[in-house]
C-alpha cells in the first residue's frame, strides 16, 4: 500500500461523511419545519377566535354608538357583549373539569 492508496481511502471516507452528514442535516431542517408549521396551524384556531369576538365587538358596540343612539343602547351593547364573553369563559372553564373527572372516574 501505498501513500496515494491511503490518500484515497481518506478521500472516500470524507466523502462518505459528507454525505451522511447532509443528509442528517436536510432531516433535521425539514422535521424542525414541520414542527414549525404543526405550531403555526395550531395559533390560527385562537387567532380566529380573537377575530370573531372583534367583529362581534364591532357589531354589537361601535356600530350603534356610530348611528348615534342613546347612550343607554351603548351600555347594554357592552355589557351583553361582556356577559356573552364571560359567561362563555365561564362555561368552557366548567367543561374542562367535568370531563377531567370523567377521565379520572374511569
Keep these: 500500500m501505498n ?35 404543526g405550531l403555526i396551524k395550531a395559533a390560527k384556531r385562537p387567532l380566529d377566535n380573537l377575530g370573531d369576538a372583534s367583529n362581534s365587538l364591532i ?21 351583553s357583549f361582556g356577559a356573552g364573553l364571560l359567561g362563555s369563559a365561564i362555561k368552557r372553564s366548567f367543561k374542562r373539569k367535568t370531563s377531567k373527572r370523567k377521565k379520572k372516574r374511569r
Design 3 to 37: 501513500i496515494q492508496d491511503l490518500r484515497d481511502i481518506l478521500i472516500s471516507i470524507y466523502l462518505v461523511l459528507g454525505i451522511v452528514f447532509s443528509i442528517l442535516l436536510i432531516l433535521g431542517v425539514f422535521l424542525i419545519l414541520k414542527a414549525i408549521l
Design 59 to 79: 357589531g354589537g358596540v361601535l356600530d350603534p354608538a356610530k348611528e348615534g343612539l342613546s347612550l343607554g343602547t351603548v351600555l347594554s351593547g357592552t355589557i
